[in-house]
Antibody
Framework: EVQLVESGGGLVQPGRSLRLSCAAS????????MHWVRQAPGKGLEWVSG????????GYADSVKGRFTISRDNAKNSLYLQMNSLRAEDTALYYC??????????????WGQGTLVTVSS | SYVLTQPPSVSVAPGQTARITCGGN??????VHWYQQKPGQAPVLVVY???DRPSGIPERFSGSNSGNTATLTISRVEAGDEADYYC???????????FGGGTKLTVL
């Protein structure tokens, strides 16, 4: 059974940093690309970032480019999102999602339950 | 950047057919994927590559894609289908994943 468990969310002040983690199990992690997708309270889904199976291809939404960094550790079956210079508009539930293949340009076949990030003073 | 347009809401009576559209410039040339999200839950993939269904998704869920519109069709709608539905594509020109704004399906 595929499981994706996010952690690291919380309340943070504007301008500060936060690192999210996603622990994956139930599939061969290093065969698949992974993504972060967020959902602001009462709003729709927004793709944040994706990383290919070997970290060779990485992409970011324009809204986070230059502030967020995605990474993965295949030895630990883990995905990360380093979030710097946080803004109020980054407040959202952050989902970890598995891609259907290794290239990061397909679709999201499994999702975690999300970790909530609140940016407020 | 590429934009996907969905109606904010669709209402349908139980047993009828719901059609949720997703509009985009020449979307027929892209692969469209659909997700269902019930309140307080993570999204679930219900249709991928325009019209394929993951295992465990009822045959009542189907999809089509042509021209500037993709459509998710839910036949014989049940109360349990009430949810938000999102379309998604990969835009190769910008190397970005794009979601539609979402459609709230209400079962009357």
């Amino acid at each position: 059974e595929v499981q994706l468990v996010e952690s690291g969310g919380g309340l943070v002040q504007p301008g500060r940093s936060l690192r999210l983690s996603c622990a994956a199990s139930g599939f061969t992690f290093d065969d698949y690309a992974m993504h972060w997708v967020r959902q602001a309270p009462g709003k729709g889904l927004e793709w944040v970032s994706g990383i290919s199976w070997n970290s060779g291809s990485i992409g970011y939404a324009d809204s986070v480019k230059g502030r967020f960094t995605i990474s993965r550790d295949n030895a630990k079956n883990s995905l990360y999102l380093q979030m710097n210079s946080l803004r109020a508009e980054d407040t959202a539930l952050y989902y970890c999602a598995k891609d259907s293949d290794g290239s990061a340009n397909r679709y999201f076949d499994y999702w975690g339950q999300g970790t909530l990030v609140t940016v407020s003073s | 950047s590429y934009v996907l347009t969905q109606p904010p809401s669709v209402s349908v009576a139980p047993g009828q057919t719901a059609r949720i559209t997703c509009g985009g410039n020449n979307i027929g040339s892209k692969s469209v994927h659909w997700y269902q999200q019930k309140p307080g839950q993570a999204p679930v993939l219900v249709v991928y590559d325009d019209s394929d269904r993951p295992s465990g998704i009822p045959e009542r869920f189907s999809g089509s894609n042509s021209g500037n519109t993709a459509t998710l069709t839910i036949s014989r709608v049940e109360a349990g289908d009430e949810a938000d539905y999102y379309c998604q594509v990969w835009d190769s020109s910008s190397d970005l994943h794009v979601f539609g704004g979402g459609t709230k399906l209400t079962v009357l």
